[in-house]
């Protein structure tokens, strides 16, 4: 039974949500934007400890997305029971610098921003159908899903490729109850984009592109984050929601 009233739908009190990419960054904002939601939240990042503060209870697990997911899942399992909602938001993005080195960008971005989450989708919907928990699964996508950018082809491919599995999948698991979404920031103040916030040329070709004015800050997301995951989104699967400042909808910049 779903409880309608307009301040609970948003609630996740009750749910277990592990997210991905969480010592820091989007990963961070979005653990700590769901446990703020209720939610109890495990966060997994390969940092020993998490880099920075979280203000909600998150319960921070060191693990390599990219080597065992269901054990990763298993272990949640046994000191929860179930998982309600997985994020993620684990990714990376390597450039390469020449014709010979292609090959091993393009390996170590494929296997975490598109196959770890494979994996850890698999894993999961596995134990929500086991338990009957109906489930949400969100990932974090990118603008790099849906429109090309200059210089990462490994990473726009990689993107591309997590918003058509995410509506496969959406496919596949919507039977069983489980809903599969993409989050797709825009540009958003990061480690991953430090080098171009810092570079003034870069900072305003991306802020400039935007229609509200400003680069993303991680916070934007959350909100829309505890909407995929709770039930205020429960007749949504398969689709894309774009947190970009207005990115794509602009087209002269
Ligand atoms: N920033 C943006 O503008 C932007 C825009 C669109 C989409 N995104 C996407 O949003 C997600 C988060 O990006 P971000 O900007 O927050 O990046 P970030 O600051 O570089 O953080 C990346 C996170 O992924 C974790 N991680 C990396 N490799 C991992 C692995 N093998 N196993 C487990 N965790 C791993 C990192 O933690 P450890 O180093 O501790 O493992 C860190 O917590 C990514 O999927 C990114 O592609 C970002």
């Known amino acids: 039974m779903v409880d309608s009233r307009p301040d609970m739908r948003f609630s996740l009190l009750g749910k277990v949500a592990l997210v991905t990419g ?40 060191a693990a390599d997305v990219t080597k065992d997911a269901q054990g990763l899942v298993d272990r949640v399992k046994s000191q929860f ?4 909602i997985l994020i993620n938001a684990a990714g990376v993005s390597v450039t390469s610098d020449g014709p010979d080195q292609w ?29 009957h928990v109906g489930g949400s699964i969100i990932n974090v996508t990118s603008i790099n899903s849906l429109v090309g950018f200059p210089g ?27 809903r599969v979404n993409a989050l797709a920031p825009g540009y958003i103040h990061t480690d991953m984009t430090a080098a171009s ?30 909407f995929l995951a709770s039930d205020a989104s429960r007749y949504m699967t398969g689709q894309d929601l774009v947190i970009d400042g207005g990115w794509t909808a602009k087209g002269l910049a």
Not at 23 to 52: F, H, N, T, W, Y
Not at 81 to 84: K, L, V
Not at 163 to 169: F, G, I, N, P
Not at 197 to 217: F, I, K, M, S
């Open 22 to 61: 969480a010592s820091r960054g989007i990963g961070a904002a979005l653990a700590d934007g769901l446990a703020s939601a209720g939610a109890i939240v495990v966060g997994v990042a390969r940092s020993p400890e998490p880099r920075q503060a979280f203000a909600h209870p998150v319960q921070y697990l």
């Open 81 to 84: 029971g179930t998982i309600d």
């Open 103 to 131: 090959q091993a960008a393009f390996d170590t971005t494929l296997n975490l921003n598109l196959r770890a989450a494979y994996a850890l989708c698999l894993a999961t919907a596995d134990l929500m159908e086991a338990k």
């Open 152 to 178: 990462n082809p490994a990473y726009v491919a990689a993107k591309g490729g997590l918003r058509l599995l995410t509506k496969a999948l959406a496919v596949d698991l919507g039977p069983k109850g489980i």
């Open 197 to 226: 916030y810092a570079d003034p040329v870069r900072h305003a070709q991306r802020l400039n592109h935007t229609c509200l004015g400003r680069w993303g800050e991680v916070d934007d997301l959350v909100g829309a984050a505890i």
